[in-house]
């Protein structure tokens, strides 16, 4: 007998068929008539298959009427056009054989609602409820989206290292990696009797080591975990996080930008395309404009400004800001959210920032004041991308690294890449939990991310 997942199992044309299909029972329902009706969920889409079960069953009594929420069942039967509103199909049941048993006095999704907050708290539970799964499928698409994306603009996928000793964005937020202390006494935890014999971190980036492919193999992008130790407890920060790098040899800012523009719309659309279902449930009840947002940023082009023109704009606005806008000063969320969301509402492309707030890598203008970066920002999520032309050019990069007191030793193998064969090269990172959260538009990065590691909570 074929075994058919619930979204098969939905098709209209599966009608007729004999089929064993397997899941979670979400809900029973008892009818007078001495039969049951049960909601059926194995996370292959959002919606249940509808299971009818007759009372003439052998057991009937002693388990169908004990099915509770969370219980798993594999049901065999056929597969019928469902009078019923919202399904084209429903499983006749011939056969239901319960695999595991959920103790209704202590399964903690027995409720139907519950907050975000509590759903936190059991991690491992919440991808059964309707949210989580919706959140996974939608995540699931986007990093599909991204590979097909750069694989088809022929960039090769590299793989940078998780465990490094530069500090890319140079902020110093960095976990140590080690195995001094457990087994040691404190007095040899030194770095050269550490485990790589030097002090060694999780990567913030994986920029610096993709520049090593860009300068060589032309086209591509790295795609992996990292991590900040930034105690930023905000909505829209992670502890550890997945970002998608592309860095391309012979770019400049200009085309770095037109990238990025392409990639974002291709993605969403892709969503918008592949998720229907998991799109209308987050416009229903998590966020109405989930949808009308990922359209307009699908339909609209992409507005490029620059810093000087943007704290011109914001100086102008009238608005009351908590923290003062000034030429030098880092852009904060709410400066973000004002331009994409009340003052341009679309995705903005910020660029040409002062140099002393940006990294070291990034190329110095001919104004000797701002180097060419950018970031994308669009409503709700603020800043989604991060991104720069690089410095090329040896002496200039020399110069910024000593102006920001970085070791120049410690980074010899990425001067090497200016120093021989030197090419313009650009690139950019997507965090994909603001991408994930932009989409659905939950409200909490860490609802979007099966276990979000953050200041104090690391259980799961
Ligand atoms: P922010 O100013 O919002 O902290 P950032 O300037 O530190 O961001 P970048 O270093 O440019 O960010 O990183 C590139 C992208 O990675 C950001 O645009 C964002 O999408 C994502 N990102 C950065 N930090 C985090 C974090 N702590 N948690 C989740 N995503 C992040
Ligand atoms: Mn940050």
Avoid at 190 to 212: C, H, I, K, M, Y
Wanted: net charge negative.
């Amino acid at each position: 007998m074929p075994q058919l997942t619930v979204a098969q199992a939905r098709l209209a044309d599966s009608v007729g068929e004999n089929v064993e299909v397997r899941g979670w029972v979400r809900t029973r329902r008892d009818s007078k008539g001495g039969f049951s009706f049960l909601e059926l969920n194995d996370g292959s889409c959002f919606g249940n298959l509808q299971v009818v079960v007759s009372g003439e069953l052998t057991n009937y009594e002693s388990d169908v009427l004990r099915l509770t929420a969370g219980c798993s069942i594999a049901v065999t039967g056929e597969l019928k056009a469902s009078p019923a509103k919202g399904q084209a199909t429903e499983l006749a049941a011939d056969e239901i054989k319960v695999l595991g048993w959920a103790d209704p006095e202590t399964y903690q999704l027995q409720k139907k609602r519950h907050s975000f907050e509590f759903l936190r708290t059991i991690a491992h539970l919440r991808p059964r409820t309707n949210t989580f799964g919706a959140v996974a499928r939608v995540r699931n698409q986007i990093c599909r989206s991204i590979h097909d994306f750069f694989q088809e603009e022929g960039f090769l996928y590299v793989h940078t290292p998780v465990i490094t000793a530069s500090d890319c964005e140079g902020a110093g937020e960095m976990f140590r990696v080690t195995t001094l202390g457990a087994n040691e006494k404190p007095a040899a935890a030194d770095a050269a009797n550490d485990f790589f014999g030097r002090p060694a971190f999780l990567t913030v980036s994986g920029q610096l080591e993709a520049e090593t492919y860009a300068c060589s193999l032309g086209k591509v992008y790295t795609f992996g975990p990292t991590f900040r130790a930034e105690n930023s407890n905000t909505s829209r920060h992670l502890a550890e996080f997945w970002m998608v790098e592309p860095e391309m040899a012979f770019f400049d800012l200009d085309d770095n930008m037109a990238l990025a523009e392409r990639f974002l719309k291709r993605v969403f659309g892709d969503v918008l395309q592949h998720c229907d279902e998991d799109m209308r449930f987050f416009a229903e009840r998590i966020e109405d404009s989930a949808i009308d947002t990922l359209k307009g940023v699908v339909d609209s082009e992409f507005l490029r400004l620059s810093y000087t023109e943007a704290v011109e704009l914001l100086a102008k606005s009238g608005k009351k800001f908590e923290f003062p806008v000034g030429w030098g000063q880092d852009l904060q969320a709410e400066h973000e959210r004002y331009l994409t969301e009340e003052k341009f509402r679309c995705p903005v492309i910020l660029h040409d920032y002062p140099a002393t707030i940006k990294p070291f890598y990034m190329r110095l203008n001919d104004d000797g004041k701002t180097v060419r970066a950018m970031d994308v920002l669009v409503p709700r999520v603020g800043e989604i991308i991060g991104g720069s032309q690089r410095e090329e050019r040896l002496d200039v990069l020399a110069e910024r690294m000593a102006a920001q007191e970085l070791d120049a030793d410690s980074y010899w193998w990425y001067t090497d890449l200016r120093r021989y064969g030197t090419v313009p090269h650009a690139g950019f990172g997507l965090g994909l939990e603001r991408t994930v959260q932009f989409a659905t538009g939950m409200a909490n990065i860490r609802d979007v991310i099966p276990f979000p590691r953050t200041p104090g909570h690391a259980e799961f």
